[in-house]
């Protein structure tokens, strides 16, 4: 009797085994399509996260360009699209007015059409204007000013006679401070009434000018200042 209450026993649980095994192989496929399912999850957010870091640096230069003032933003776009830098452009405005000196000058857009106004005068002080294609390197407009009294050219006249530092070594003493593009160099005089050079200098890391007032008699720096505007 024993023997048989165990073979019925166990007949009456193989069917329940057969049943598990079949909901286990049910589960196991549920499992199965699941994981599949994932893996597309998977593949599609993979698939979006590369599209994401692909964008990211546009949008991270876009940020950058939204931080950049007015001022900044116009010295990135025009600086790097001068070929032709201030010492070559200088040279080409005082070969074009013969027996004439270095006064000033300044890069100025737009953008697509960038060009050097530079200024020189002659021995008495008189004032001419002589565009350069910053591009190219050819000269454009040359004229004399026209609104310069006895008393300009009086004065103008004196400051070049005391410059014996030339625009050149002074744009160097500047770029010697600080590493840049020269955008500007201008004859102007000091609060004693002596002869200094101004030179802007444009850092391409941040956009930034920094202007050098340099005593145009022995190159002695008089003030530095950095516009971050």
């Not at 209450?5 to 007949?11: E, W």
């Not at 599949?36 to 957010?45: A, V």
């Not at 993979?46 to 949008?59: H, L, N």
């Amino acid at each position: 009797m024993v023997t048989k209450q165990s073979n019925a026993v166990r007949r009456r649980r193989s069917p329940a085994l057969t049943r598990g095994a079949g909901v286990l192989c049910a589960v196991a496929v549920a499992g199965a399509l699941l994981t599949g399912c994932g893996g597309d999850d998977k593949d599609s957010g993979t698939s979006t996260g590369a599209g994401e870091a692909a964008e990211t640096p546009s949008a991270s230069v876009s940020a950058s360009d939204r931080n950049l003032t007015d001022d900044q933003a116009e010295r990135k776009d025009l600086i790097p699209k001068a070929k032709v830098g201030y010492d070559e452009a200088l040279r080409t405005a005082v070969a074009a007015v013969p027996k004439s000196k270095p006064v000033s000058i300044e890069l100025k857009g737009p953008p697509d059409m960038p060009m050097w106004h530079a200024e020189v005068a002659t021995d008495d002080g008189t004032e001419h204007t002589v565009r350069v294609d910053a591009v190219t390197g050819k000269t454009g407009q040359n004229r004399a000013k026209d609104d310069q009294d006895a008393d300009d050219k009086r004065e103008l006249a004196d400051w070049l006679k005391q410059a014996t530092v030339t625009a050149p070594q002074a744009a160097k003493v500047a770029t010697d401070k600080k590493k840049g593009t020269v955008s500007s160099v201008e004859l102007d005089d000091t609060d004693k009434g002596g002869p200094m050079w101004s030179v802007d200098v444009v850092t391409t890391d941040d956009w930034n000018k920094t202007t050098y007032d340099i005593d145009a008699t022995d190159k002695k720096v008089l003030r530095e200042h950095v516009d971050r505007d």
